[in-house]
C-alpha cells in the first residue's frame, strides 16, 4: 500500500471512529426521553452530519472562488464547530470507556475465581453511563456553538502596547515605535470597512515604523485588488515594511502553469509597491532615528518545518551588516520556528525578530494567569513575547483568519513595540 493510501485510510479510519463514539454519546444522553422528540433529535444529528460531509467534498472538489465570502464564513464555522464538537464528545466517551474497561480489569485480576457475573454486570458490559454521555454532548455542543460564536470575533481587532528593553540601546532610539501587523489573509475578508478599522485603529497610534511579517493574500494577488486603498493608506515617518509568508508564493493552489504562479506572485510584489510598501527580499535597510542608525532586516519565508516554503537567506540579508557600527538590529521573518532555528544560534546580535504564521491557531485561552491554544503544541513561540538572553522574539497573533473563519479566544492583533 502506498504513502497516501495509508494516510487516506488512516483518517478515514478516525473519522468512522469519532461518529462511532459521537452517535453514542448522543443515543445515550437522550435514552430517556420521548421517542417522537429522540427521533428529531436523531433525525437532526444525521442531517448536520451528512451536510458536513457534502459541504466537505463541495469545498474540496467543486467550490465556487466567487461564492459570497459572508455566507461561506458561517458554513464553515459550523463545519468546523460540527468536526470538532463531534470530537471532543467521542473523546469523552472513550476516555470513559478506558476507564471502566480498566476497573473491570483490575477487578478481574484482584479476584479470578469470585465475579459475580450478575452484580458486575454493568461493568463487565463496559457500559456507558447517562452522566458522561449527557458531559460529552455538552462538552461538544459547547464547542459548536463557541466556534459559531467566534464568526464574530472576526474583526474585533485588539491593541497589544509592548514596552520593551533592549539593552545597551541608545537613547536616541528609545522610544522609537514600532508598529507589527501580519497575516492580513485578505482573501478570507467579506467586510471591507470592518478592515478599515483596523488599519484606522493602527494608524490613531502614531508609529515611528510599519512592519508587516506576511501572508498578505490566501493564494491569488487578486485577493488583495478591494482592499489596495485601505492597505495602502498606511504611512509611518521611516515608512512601511513587508516580508512574504508561505501563502504569498501561491503554492496552495493549482495554477495552470508555472509561468502564472511567478505572474500571481510578481503581481503581489507589484501591489505592495503600489501601496507604498517596501517589500523586503533576504536584504536590509540602514534607518536612521533621531540621529541614531539601526538596521531593518528582511528574510523571505524560512521555516524549520520542511513542508513551507525555505526560500529566505538570512545570510545574504545581513551581508554587510558585518563589524558594521549598527546598534540595533530588526529581523522581519514570517514563521517563528525561524528564531530557534537560526537566529539564536548564529545571529546574537539581532536583538529583535518579529514573526507571525501561526493565528495562535485562532482558538484558545489568554487570560491574566493563563495562556492556551493547541497552536502550542505545533510552535514553541506561539503568541507574544518571548526572550532569551538579549534577544527577543514576538509572534504576532494575526490581523486576519483562514480557515475557520472566526477567533475564538484569540483575537485579531495591532501590535505597537515601543523600545526602551
Excluded: C
Aim: charged share 20%.
Amino acid at each position: 500500500m502506498n504513502g497516501s493510501a495509508d494516510i487516506i485510510l488512516k483518517i478515514l479510519g478516525s473519522a468512522l471512529l469519532v461518529e462511532f463514539y459521537a452517535f453514542l454519546a448522543l443515543k445515550y444522553a437522550f435514552k430517556g426521553v420521548q421517542t417522537k422528540y429522540r427521533k428529531l433529535i436523531t433525525a437532526l444529528y444525521w442531517l448536520a452530519t451528512l451536510g458536513s460531509w457534502v459541504f466537505m467534498g463541495w469545498l474540496r472538489y467543486f467550490a465556487d472562488y466567487n461564492f459570497p465570502k459572508n455566507v461561506k464564513a458561517i458554513l464553515l464555522a459550523m463545519l468546523f464547530g460540527i468536526v470538532v464538537g463531534k470530537m471532543v464528545a467521542a473523546t469523552i466517551m472513550l476516555l470513559g470507556d478506558l476507564l471502566r474497561a480498566g476497573r473491570w480489569l483490575l477487578k478481574k485480576l484482584a479476584t479470578p475465581s469470585a465475579i459475580n457475573i450478575k452484580a458486575d454486570e454493568d461493568v463487565i458490559k463496559i457500559s456507558r453511563s447517562k452522566f458522561i454521555a449527557q458531559t460529552a454532548v455538552l462538552a461538544g455542543g459547547l464547542m459548536f456553538g463557541g466556534l459559531v460564536w467566534g464568526t464574530t470575533n472576526r474583526y474585533r481587532y485588539q491593541l497589544k502596547h509592548i514596552k520593551l528593553k533592549i539593552a545597551g540601546l541608545p537613547d536616541a532610539l528609545k522610544g522609537l515605535k514600532i508598529a507589527h501587523i501580519s497575516d492580513i489573509h485578505s482573501g478570507s475578508f467579506d467586510n471591507k470597512e470592518a478592515v478599515r478599522r483596523g488599519v484606522e485603529l493602527l494608524m490613531q497610534q502614531t508609529p515611528d515604523l510599519i512592519v508587516f511579517t506576511g501572508d498578505l493574500v490566501n493564494d491569488r494577488s487578486s485577493e488583495l485588488e478591494p482592499y489596495l486603498d485601505v492597505f495602502g493608506s498606511l504611512s509611518a515617518p521611516l515608512g512601511v515594511y513587508a516580508t512574504l509568508g508561505n501563502h504569498d508564493y501561491g503554492d496552495y493552489v493549482k495554477w495552470p502553469s508555472e509561468e502564472a504562479k511567478r505572474e500571481n506572485l510578481e503581481q503581489l510584489m507589484a501591489y505592495e509597491q503600489q501601496m507604498g510598501w517596501r517589500l523586503l527580499m533576504n536584504e536590509h535597510v540602514v534607518l536612521e532615528h533621531n540621529g541614531a542608525s539601526f538596521a531593518l532586516i528582511g528574510v523571505e519565508n524560512w521555516s524549520e518545518n520542511p513542508r513551507f516554503p525555505r526560500l529566505g537567506d538570512l545570510q545574504a540579508a545581513y551581508k554587510g551588516l558585518e563589524g558594521r557600527d549598527v546598534p540595533l538590529k530588526i529581523l522581519l521573518s514570517h514563521d517563528p520556528s525561524h528564531w530557534d532555528a537560526q537566529v539564536l544560534p548564529e545571529y546574537k546580535d539581532i536583538q529583535l525578530t518579529l514573526s507571525g504564521h501561526t493565528h495562535g491557531m485562532q482558538f484558545g485561552i489568554e487570560l491574566p494567569w493563563m495562556k492556551w491554544s493547541p497552536s502550542q503544541y505545533v510552535y514553541r513561540q506561539w503568541a507574544g513575547l518571548y526572550a532569551q538572553s538579549a534577544q527577543h522574539l514576538y509572534v504576532n497573533r494575526g490581523f486576519g483568519f483562514l480557515g475557520y473563519q472566526g477567533r475564538l479566544g484569540i483575537l485579531p492583533e495591532v501590535t505597537i513595540i515601543e523600545l526602551a
